[in-house]
């Protein structure tokens, strides 16, 4: 029996292969033709349940949750005719109870009852107060000081703080006028937004 040779084909072909892998291995990537075709793979229509019908012209809810496990707590309530088995209602003893704290709890947090006790004389001081030294006394703190809300004192001293009104106007003009054109644009560009919101484009 002869010894293998180092330079036998059988070897040779074997290094040969090890080396272009070795040589092809670090350099493979996705081209720009693989990477566009794998995308238009990908790019799948959405079902059909979550297109709007062709046929029907109502409103109407979309539920199409994602597909997962069966159960039966799954599908809420509201989505449950009334005579479905699968719809959970709370024992009596747990409804009273929801009942008794819904009565207790206010309905907005920090709601107080209105209280007037105001009169003509504190309302008149408000407003020279307000007139004398409008920068001193803003809204805030005269509302401190009287025990009332920042709303009533501006309802009460509306058209009192004219000379502050131009002095802020002033100011502003005075830091848009410092403005770049890059802010300027962007400033711009956010009151179009705004505005677009408020139209609902």
């Not at 297109?51 to 069966?70: F, V």
């Amino acid at each position: 029996m002869q010894p293998t040779s180092l330079f036998s084909p059988s070897t040779a072909s074997s290094r040969f292969y090890k080396l272009c892998a070795q040589i092809l291995q670090p350099s493979t990537r996705r081209h720009q033709s693989t990477y566009r075709r794998t995308r238009s793979k990908l790019n799948v229509k959405p079902d059909a349940s979550f297109l709007p019908s062709k046929t029907e012209q109502h409103d109407h809810i979309i539920y199409n949750p994602p597909p997962s496990m069966p159960n039966v707590y799954h599908t809420p309530n509201i989505f449950l005719p009334n005579n479905d088995r699968r719809k959970v209602f709370p024992d009596p003893e747990t409804r009273q109870l929801q009942l008794q704290f819904s009565q207790e709890l206010p309905a907005l947090k920090g709601q107080r009852e209105k209280r007037y006790h105001l009169t003509e004389k504190d309302v008149e001081e408000m407003r020279q107060l307000r007139k004398a030294d409008p920068t001193q006394w803003t809204v805030n703190r005269l509302a401190k000081k009287f025990d009332c809300s920042p709303v009533f004192a501006i309802f009460v001293t509306e058209g009192l703080a004219k000379e502050k009104g131009e002095q802020q106007k002033l100011v502003t003009q005075i830091v848009k006028s410092r403005w770049g054109k890059k802010r300027r644009e962007a400033r711009e560009d956010k009151e179009l937004r705004k505005d677009r919101w408020f139209r609902d484009e």
